[in-house]
């Protein structure tokens, strides 16, 4: 038996298929290729659009997939989501759909775009929006290279945006938040009602939650004095008590904690000046709470 797994094409390819290998799931991609290999022979994958994954899903033709919350609600797409994953193109935060406009525009909130025409991909999701704040406005579908539309053939724009620099780059000024999104992995009731597959699909979200959660954390350990040991844990960050185990004899221990990796740079020089040695700093591919 196979899970048929839909993987997004675009802006979230590389990011998707790196959190994929911290988790554990390598695919392979021949250049053109839509079909990767696989090493989990009981995983038969496809590339696809993001904007699309979420009517397959529903439809049925993929038992699972990898998009955005902002594509499951501007498809009105059916389906279940298995879990939240943080994390975009570049970094691991939500992205935002915002109201954007020229910055020297008259519009400061979504009351002044009524009577406005505003051009975006995301059209159901803008005209929830507006409908929400009791706005009329022309929404219209942008093919692309949205951000220069304004102020020649629209007003303002619905665009996504992680730190807003594009934007500012085309002298674009943010009014307001439409809809914050992240990543979800998905089903349908179909496949999760299948017991095999529904804990294949199970599986696979946690090690993906897992690949999330040990990003930025590094594995650290030591060796200390016990005269040291209760000043060192008191300072040391954790996720939880370090692990601490006697060595031979009674004078020595060795601790093994989870560290944020921005906080190494300063903590080592604070071990080893409280006597800390065969100090050792090692990645972390997941941590699973």
Known sequence: MKLKIGLPKGSLQESTLALLRKAGFNFYIR??????????????????RAQEMATY???GVLDVGITGKDWIVENRAEVVEVAELVYSKTSFRPVRWVVAVPEASDIQSVADLNGKRIATEAVNITRQYLEANDVQADVEFSWGATEAKTPELVDAIVEITESGSSLRANNLRIVDTVLASTVRLITNSKTYSDPWKREKTDNIALLLQ???????KVGLKFNIRQADLQRVQETLPAMKRPTVSPLLGNEWVA???IIDETVVRT?????KKAGAEDIIEYPLNKVIY
């Open 31 to 48: 250049e053109r290729a839509y079909f990767p290999a696989s090493d989990d022979d009981e995983l038969q994958a496809i590339l696809i």
């Open 57 to 59: 899903v529903s439809d």
């Open 210 to 216: 897992g690949a999330i959660q040990a990003s930025g």
């Open 255 to 257: 601790l093994e904690t």
């Open 267 to 271: 903590l080592l020089p604070q071990l």
